[in-house]
């Protein structure tokens, strides 16, 4: 640290993203990408011709990108913010919506970046507990009086809340912004994007990272009523209007043609997950029922830090949290059929050299 810093941000305690080495090939179960590579379609149309144009600045309004997604969703254009990652759209909202008098609320386990946000933003922060079986109770975030994160299917845990349980939120909220993160809704929650019709103060929040394979292209997109759309414009083009990179824009409109290639990856993703499941039970795991592409899984009696060691050893990476109440689990991105074999065949070696 430089003796420059305000002293505000000394104390930040930054995020720390899932391992990404460069040193050698693991099998990577810890940042929940795709196994898959992102649709033909995408990377047909990203030609040396595109490349050439890199000299030139994207549309800082991504018309064409915004027109498609909207289209897959039947909303309006007015209706769709694009963004560099949908961790900008967290960020954005913690900004434009928060402040210092009225706070943000989120599930004490969710989404480690919610955190962040708050201190980075020195905002009043609410952490609710979850219940005993990690689900969310509703209720326990009706009228709070401050701008509300849902992580939907939540993470790390992978439960979802049905679409009426946040309806139930958003009503009675009617003051306050609900953002519903739905990272992973494609691989089997219900998603909220209708209530975005209904409501004035919910904003749905999805990403092309995980169901769309593009987490390195850094695309984001909210889903809400055209205020709060321009709200989060405005910070856009009052940051970085041109967030979003000529090559990545190419990539998301493909991505969005290609339907077919989308649906087919997340139920591929589905099938993996609950054969994998299976296979974990059969070794002694105890897993949350998922509805993302990763699972949470313990081996009662053996620590989770142990197994992500070991695996790590023997060339598979996993997420492992060392808060408290979910130190014992282990989250386990779904890859390729073939890695999770690989996985299983680790832990089975794994589990007889520590039991
Ligand atoms: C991965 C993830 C995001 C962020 O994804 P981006 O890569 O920034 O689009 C947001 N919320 C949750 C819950 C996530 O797991």
Redesign the pocket.
């Known amino acids: 640290m430089s003796r420059f810093l305000d002293e505000r941000l000394q104390s930040l305690c930054a995020y720390t993203p899932g391992e990404q080495p460069q040193d050698k090939k693991y099998i990577k179960l810890n ?2 990408e795709s196994p898959f590579p992102p649709s033909p379609k995408v990377i047909e149309a990203i030609s040396a011709a595109e490349v050439a144009d890199l000299r030139l600045y994207s549309d800082p309004s991504t018309k064409v990108l915004t027109a498609e997604i909207a289209k897959r969703f039947g909303v309006l254009p007015e209706n769709i913010y694009t ?8 960020n954005f909202t913690c900004m434009a919506f928060c402040g210092a008098k009225k706070g943000v609320a989120f599930p004490e386990i ?2 480690g ?1 919610y955190e962040v946000y708050a201190e980075l933003y020195n905002l009043d922060c609410k952490k609710i507990p979850l219940n005993a079986d990690f689900s969310i109770n509703p209720s326990d975030y009706f009228g709070l009086g401050r701008t509300i994160l849902i ?1 939907n299917p ?2 790390p845990t992978g439960m979802a809340l049905p679409k009426s349980a946040i309806e139930e939120i958003v009503k009675n909220n009617p003051n306050d912004v609900v953002l519903v ?1 739905e ?2 809704v494609d691989f089997g929650a219900e998603s909220s994007v209708e209530l975005v019709k209904k409501y004035k103060n919910v904003i749905v ?1 999805h ?4 169901s769309r394979s593009l ?1 390195g292209a ?3 997109y909210a889903i809400a009523d055209a205020g709060l759309i321009e709200d989060l414009n405005k910070i856009k083009f009052s940051t970085n209007p041109y967030a979003i990179n000529r090559l990545s824009s190419i990539a998301g409109i493909e991505s969005m043609r290609d339907e077919e290639y989308f649906q087919n990856n997340c139920k591929k993703i589905i099938k993996i997950r609950e054969k994998t499941i299976n296979e974990l039970e059969k070794l002694g795991f105890f897993t949350l029922p998922s509805c993302a592409n990763f699972i949470f899984t313990k081996k009662i009696g053996v620590s989770g830090q142990l197994i992500y060691e070991k695996l790590r050893e023997h060339g598979i990476l996993v997420r492992h949290f060392t808060k408290p109440e979910i130190c014992d689990y282990m989250r386990i991105t779904i890859g390729s059929q073939s890695e999770m074999d690989s996985l299983v065949c680790e832990l089975e070696k794994i589990l007889g050299e520590v039991q």
């Open positions: 940042t929940n963004s560099n990652g949908s961790d900008d759209i967290l969710s989404y970046f992580a939540n993470a993160d990272a992973y929040c990403t092309m990272s995980k987490a850094r695309l984001g």
